[in-house]
């Protein structure tokens, strides 16, 4: 029978670790008292001998306060030792098979666990005696890491090992390394990692070699047990590299975001039982040779081979690169790491296909008498997009660039700026430190991606950034987030840098406008930074430094301000917060203004909803207390909104301690006056993480006809927790106050017949050509146009309540048929406009608070006297003009067009003639494709749906306004629960 030698190499390796980890758990690892005396026999001199020496005495004393830990320690020895067992059960397997040697493995692996675990448990008993103090922490570190490094109880078993337990070893070294009795340097080759949980043995190990301007940097073999995911047993060749002239000091950090470059120790080659032979090591298995090829001034390291990983893995492709590094004297240096070519053969008779394999990275530095900087230039593979940043500083004036190019599809974006070195002087204090602008094509604008990077300085990365080569990783992703590619995009607008302060330069604002397209908006971007004595000095110098950065927005929809401080301090203390001002005159109409954001139980426009409270920390100079105060003000359109909160906490590592009163307050006064107000108060003591002792109060005051109360108080005493409901209790006189009711029918009747309320419409796509004078003339409507009617104080075809807190004597106003000289008009729509829905209809107080503050309803109709136009008999017309020149002598030329009776059918039979019939007529039906299936809902409707399935509800319609829905659902109590409203739109 042919024997498998792999199988038979990994049980042989396996045999030998089964026995040396009999071993440990006969030894060392026998019972609590030996781990502890062996610990205790290796540990040097100090104060966790001492604990260790008493911890062990405490043991065999046999003494109640330790009997948990050595309990727990007896267990994870138990676990070891039924381990080794099981063991032992799988390598007796006959036949042994490879999943047979990963079993064996997995136990193996238990083994070290139980170890490991072990010692930590040591580790934290012995940690618990640290006393609190200000190095506590640090202390409790030392102790662990003292512990952790003690490795004579498990290389205990590898030392003095007899020549027939090394004899197989031995041999397998001296024919495939060369390596004379390995066995014997086993105790002070072995390494055992259990952050990464690997234990590793070095086998032989090569230096550095040099034949001219070629270096051999090394390479070392090592076996290796890895446990961390799959038990996994394997043999790896590493190779050493040297950082060579990437260690100068003008290349060192070259490429923004790497750490200096030191020696390594990749892997190049792995053989292990669960991967089998496999080659380099990352996401692509890049190989890399140990080998420099070195001139004076440039070196070529890191020679690399890698087989990409995912959709490419089958495709035939082999990615060769190499790293670059050169520099001439402390003048120019430059490094472009990961370049070479692709080379694809799909094997057969197919042609070889050898492509340029771009660098991901490339930085270089210039420093010379009149020009200094440098630049970093990136390439994404899998989005195909090249960045770069440019940042060059010459004599009286310094460039910034930064740019985005895709090139599957094409599109970029540029940020140019040019600074003025000194700043050009204004007036009153004021300079123009810097101009430029900003250029994107078939790319736009993210305006919610750039809102939610205002706090962490989002505008201040893409205009004028400081340093922008040391953070060219970062502001190439922000450009990348903020300008995303969209097909028919286009951005451009200017941006500036101005101060004030002249040349100390004590504020600095930074502003850009915006246009993008196709979807029209402006955006104002802005960037302001105060420092004292200047914002120009390093800011740890900085007394006050401030940071708040704008965004603003004007859309065919809304108008929106966003401000938000970036990491900012005033005189030591820390501050932070958000300001928002919205006006939103489409769909769902709404207006607030917060600084701070709203009432907790408010929902605000979702364009305002993530705002941060103002903030400022009023710490003392001291690690172990803090005082943390935040506040909010907001106007909306309905309510006041005000509160604000403090908190003081102490923290002394073993106990800990904080207090807190907080105040949310919101006043409403439509359609009546009404306010509530929150109450949070509280103070805990916490030891060793757990509570102490603590009251707390939470409560809830509305009012004020009636005032009702509602809340809970809790009191906490070691284990014992006590809660306090308080309320929900009444008191005070009921708002019995009745407004004289008015009748809506009267109201919407004056509205309606005034003549304001009467509009003629033009036809869709036509403008007015002749303009009447002001003379007592009837009303005239374009023949294929419509007339509107319409009125604002009362919405139609709705049930309403009351008009403002005035009760209503009819609910609900329709309007009839409409007559036109005497007949029915042939088409009729509703005229819809917005109305704020708790100034009509009676609603909770809690919908009122949340509710949209403007909805769409009927306020009228627009009609039509017909359908289809009707064509009176034709004409004959002489078409003439006059060409005038502007500021010329000679005469005017006249031509004249004569239509004779052809131009008529012509005209009136094209496709351009029938596509303006139906845009004039907006009445007229018009038969949709088969296909047509994506239709446009305004915004601020919804449906109602079955929460099961999200199914539209029987009978009813597929969009529909809020109101409408919420009353559906009230008119049907029993389903209440099943019903889902479901927001429809652009502005869902």
């Known amino acids: 029978m042919t024997v498998d030698v792999w199988s038979a190499l990994i049980r042989g390796v396996l045999g030998f670790a089964h026995s040396r980890a009999g071993d440990l758990t006969g030894s060392s690892f026998k019972d609590t008292g030996s781990l502890l005396a062996s610990l205790f026999d290796n540990s040097p001199d100090g104060t966790t001998k001492t604990r260790l020496g008493a911890l062990k005495q405490d043991v065999n004393d046999l003494k109640p306060l330790v009997q948990q830990i050595a309990d727990a320690i007896k267990g994870k020895i138990n676990d070891a030792k039924t381990a080794v067992t099981n063991m032992a059960n799988e390598l007796g397997t006959d036949p042994f098979t490879i999943e047979a040697a990963g079993r064996a493995a997995t136990e193996l692996a238990f083994v070290l666990i139980a170890f490991d675990e072990a010692l930590d448990l040591i580790a934290n008993k012995l940690a618990e005696q640290e006393p609190a103090g200000p190095n506590h922490d640090a202390h409790v570190t030392e102790i662990k890491t003292a512990i952790k490094g003690i490795d004579e109880p498990w290389k205990k078993p590898f030392s003095n090992l007899a020549g027939d337990l090394t004899k197989t070893f031995d041999a397998f070294c001296q024919a495939v390394l060369g390596v004379d009795k390995a066995g014997s340097k086993l105790a002070t080759q072995i390494a055992w990692s259990r952050p990464d949980k690997r234990l590793a043995l070095t086998l032989q190990s090569m230096g550095a070699r040099r034949m001219g301007p070629l270096g051999f940097d090394g390479a070392s073999v090592e076996a290796f047990f890895a446990y961390k995911t799959d038990a996994t047993l394997g ?177 970029f974006v540029v940020v140019i700026g040019v600074h003025f070195l000194p700043k050009i002087e204004l007036s009153f204090g004021f300079t123009l430190n810097g101009l430029g602008g900003i250029l994107a094509i078939e790319r736009t604008l993210d305006s919610d991606a750039l809102a939610k990077g205002l706090k962490e300085g989002a505008v201040g990365q893409l205009l004028f950034p400081e340093n922008p080569i040391d953070a060219a990783p970062k502001i190439l992703d922000r450009l990348a987030q903020v300008f995303p590619p969209r097909s028919g995009g286009f951005v451009i607008g200017p941006i500036a840098e101005l101060g004030w302060g002249s040349q100390a330069g004590f504020l600095k604002a930074r502003l850009g406008i915006v246009l993008s397209l196709p979807d029209p908006k402006i955006v104002i971007l802005g960037a302001v930074q105060i420092g004292v004595p200047s914002a120009d000095v390093d800011p740890k110098l900085r007394v006050v430094d401030i940071h708040a950065e704008l965004l603003g927005e004007i859309t065919p929809d809304f108008f929106l301000i966003r401000v938000s401080l970036a990491p900012s301090k005033l005189a030591g203390l820390t501050l932070s917060g958000d300001l928002g001002i919205l006006i939103q005159w489409s769909g769902e109409a709404a207006f607030a203004i917060s600084v701070g954001g709203f009432f907790p139980k408010y929902t605000p426009p979702p364009q305002l909803a993530d705002l941060r409270r103002v903030a400022i920390e009023l710490s003392p100079p001291v690690k172990w207390l803090t005082v943390h105060a935040e506040a909010y003000v907001a106007v909306t359109s309905n309510t006041i909104q005000f509160g604000g909160k403090i908190v ?26 009404y306010f509530v107000f929150i109450v949070d108060v509280g103070i805990e003591v916490k030891a060793l993480g757990h509570t102490v002792a603590g009251v707390a109060f939470h409560g809830e005051l509305q009012g004020t006809k009636p005032w009702r109360l509602e809340g809970k108080a809790s009191v906490d005493i070691l284990f014992w ?107 009729v729509s509703h005229s819809l406009d917005n109305f704020p829905p708790g100034h009509f209809i009676q609603q909770p107080d809690d919908q009122q608070a949340t509710r949209p503050d403007f909805e769409a309803f009927p306020c009228g109709m627009k009609l039509a006297t017909t359908q289809v136009p009707d064509f009176g008999g034709s004409a004959d017309a002489v078409y003439e003009w006059n060409t005038v020149f502007p500021h010329q002598t000679f005469a005017s030329n006249r031509d004249k067009w004569i239509l004779d009776a052809i131009a008529r059918p012509v005209m009136r039979t094209s496709a351009v003639a029938a596509a303006q019939r139906l845009r004039d007529n907006p009445y007229q039906q018009v038969t949709r494709a088969a296909d047509d299936i994506i239709g446009m809902v305004d915004p601020g409707l919804c449906q109602v749906c079955l929460k099961s399935d999200l199914k539209l509800v029987a009978g009813q319609p597929s969009a529909m306004t809020t109101t409408a829905a919420a009353q559906f659902v009230m008119a049907n109590r029993a389903m209440e629960q099943a019903l889902e409203l479901v927001s429809l739109g652009v502005a869902a």
């Open 648 to 673: 003081v906490s102490a923290d002394l590592d073993v106990a800990s301690a904080k207090a807190w009163i907080g105040l949310d307050a919101l006043f409403q006064w439509s359609p009546r006056f």
């Open 235 to 411: 043999l790896a060749l590493r190779a050493k590299l040297q950082a060579g002239l990437r260690n100068d000091k003008l290349l060192e950090k070259i490429i923004p975001g790497e750490a200096k470059t030191a020696d390594s120790n990749p892997v190049a080659i792995n053989l292990d039982t669960h991967d089998g032979l496999t080659f380099g090591e990352g996401k692509d298995k890049r190989l890399v040779l140990p080998v420099r090829f070195s001139f004076p001034g440039i070196e070529l390291r890191e020679f690399a081979i890698a087989r990409p990983q995912g959709k490419d893995e089958n495709s035939g492709r082999i990615d060769l690169m190499t790293t670059i590094a050169g520099k001439i004297g402390d003048v120019f240096g430059v490094v472009t790491e990961g370049g070479g070519v692709t080379i694809t053969w799909t094997g057969g008779d197919s042609a070889i296909d050898v492509k340029p394999k771009p660098p991901p990275s490339t930085g270089v530095r210039i420093n010379t008498g009149v020009v200094r900087g440098g630049g970093f230039l990136r390439y994404k593979e899998d989005t195909k997009e090249y960045g770069g940043v440019l940042d060059l500083q010459f004599a009286r004036f310094g460039i910034t660039a930064i740019g985005l190019i895709g090139t599957d599809p094409f599109s």
């Open 721 to 827: 927790t006590i809660d306090v409901p308080i309320g929900p209790e009444e008191w005070g006189e009921k708002d019995t106050t009745v407004a004289e009711t008015v009748n809506p029918l009267e109201i919407a009747w004056a509205a309606l017949t005034a003549d304001s309320a009467w509009t003629p419409q033009l036809p869709a796509g036509s403008d007015m050509l002749v303009r009447f004078t002001e003379f007592d003339l009837p009303l005239l409507v374009h023949p294929l146009g419509s007339l509107e009617v319409k009125q604002l104080v009362v919405p139609l075809e709705t049930d309403i309540d009351r008009i403002g807190s005035s009760p209503v004597s009819v609910r609900r106003i329709n309007l009839s048929s409409p007559k036109v000289g005497g007949h029915d008009a042939m088409a």
